[in-house]
């Protein structure tokens, strides 16, 4: 059986917030989860006795940060069996291709990016691709339909379909607990509408509309303790380290709230230009 995560004792608190690579100690979420990840990048480890799931990996020159971090749980690398996403851009997961190897753990993927993970490669349907520098490619990857709800144990990880930053944006919500008190966790996807230069939120088959719905549906999304790929987003790591409070059951609503209109605001730039 694989062994449960145990709080590691060196902390090492973070320079910048906004470094993807700066290591940092892991934290716990709340009952099985871990943050794994970098001072400026989630990366979540769901742990169960059957085996344990990895959401993101943060990029490549952390990979074996966030390794260290995991072993310091004393959690052994092969009890990793699936690793998922949130979005297939290479701060939140150019390290996956790396962390797959050390794991042997296979990649669940939406299906409308399974090419994206294969290659490496970006392609035109990203509203930043002409910024983007690509990752390691992936091999084991397997795509499920949207909305899936993936089983490990008696834990049920259900997707959340949040296209508009990326084409294969991704959140992710589970039901944790310490003792009888159980909390709904949601890992949201960036509601950022980001892009190049050429890119246009407002032409047609753009991911505009399909932003704006991911909004609403993590607006609906129940939800106690949000989770962000970027931790400043939502204030992460002040929150697992008791400066502020981890738990809002409004926070994934004003997350969504504050991401449709960011993009009413983009929406109405191109307009103008
Ligand atoms: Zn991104």
Request: proline fraction near 5%; charge should be neutral; include cysteine.
């Given at each position: 059986?694989?062994?449960?995560?145990?709080?590691?004792?060196?902390?090492?608190?973070c320079?910048?917030?906004?470094?993807?690579?700066e290591?940092?100690?892991?934290?716990?979420?709340?009952?099985?989860?871990w943050?794994?990840?970098?001072?400026?990048?989630s990366?979540?480890?769901?742990?169960?006795?059957?085996?344990?799931?990895?959401?993101?990996?943060?990029?490549?020159?952390?990979?074996?940060?966030?390794?260290?971090?995991?072993?310091?749980?004393?959690?052994?690398?092969?009890?990793?069996?699936?690793?998922?996403?949130?979005?297939?851009?290479?701060?939140?997961?150019?390290?996956?291709?790396?962390?797959?190897?050390?794991?042997?753990?296979?990649?669940?993927?939406?299906?409308?990016?399974?090419?994206?993970?294969?290659?490496?490669?970006?392609?035109?349907?990203?509203?930043?691709?002409?910024?983007?520098?690509?990752?390691?490619?992936i091999?084991?990857?397997?795509?499920?339909?949207?909305?899936?709800?993936?089983?490990?144990g008696n834990?049920?990880?259900?997707?959340?379909?949040?296209?508009?930053?990326?084409?294969?944006?991704?959140?992710?919500?589970?039901?944790?607990?310490?003792?009888?008190?159980?909390?709904?966790?949601?890992?949201?996807?960036?509601?950022?509408?980001?892009?190049?230069?050429?890119?246009?939120?407002?032409?047609?088959?753009?991911?505009?509309?399909?932003?704006?719905?991911?909004?609403?549906?993590?607006?609906?999304?129940?939800?106690?303790?949000?989770?962000?790929?970027?931790?400043?987003?939502?204030?992460l790591?002040?929150r697992?380290?008791?400066?502020?409070?981890?738990?809002?059951?409004?926070?994934?609503?004003?997350?969504?709230?504050?991401?449709?209109?960011?993009?009413?605001?983009?929406?109405?730039?191109?307009?103008?230009?």
């Amino acid at each position: 059986m694989p062994s449960a995560p145990t709080p590691a004792s060196p902390q090492t608190a973070c320079k910048s917030l906004d470094d993807w690579n700066e290591p940092t100690h892991p934290r716990r979420i709340y009952g099985n989860t871990w943050y794994v990840g970098t001072c400026g990048i989630s990366v979540v480890l769901i742990a169960t006795p059957q085996g344990h799931v990895l959401i993101d990996s943060a990029p490549e020159k952390a990979a074996a940060a966030v390794r260290q971090n995991i072993l310091s749980l004393g959690v052994r690398l092969s009890d990793i069996k699936t690793i998922l996403l949130t979005h297939e851009h290479h701060d939140h997961m150019g390290g996956v291709a790396s962390m797959q190897k050390a794991t042997g753990a296979k990649v669940l993927s939406r299906s409308n990016v399974v090419d994206v993970l294969k290659t490496g490669k970006n392609d035109r349907r990203d509203p930043q691709f002409n910024e983007l520098t690509g990752f390691n490619p992936i091999t084991n990857v397997h795509g499920f339909e949207d909305s899936s709800t993936i089983k490990m144990g008696n834990t049920q990880i259900q997707h959340i379909p949040m296209s508009g930053h990326a084409l294969g944006g991704s959140g992710w919500a589970w039901l944790e607990c310490e003792k009888s008190i159980c909390k709904n966790l949601v890992f949201a996807d960036s509601l950022g509408s980001i892009s190049d230069d050429t890119y246009r939120y407002s032409a047609p088959n753009s991911l505009g509309v399909a932003l704006k719905e991911s909004s609403e549906r993590l607006a609906k999304a129940t939800c106690d303790i949000l989770i962000t790929g970027h931790g400043t987003a939502s204030d992460l790591l002040a929150r697992l380290d008791g400066k502020k409070p981890l738990i809002d059951e409004k926070a994934c609503a004003n997350y969504a709230q504050a991401g449709a209109l960011r993009l009413e605001t983009r929406l109405q730039q191109e307009k103008n230009k």
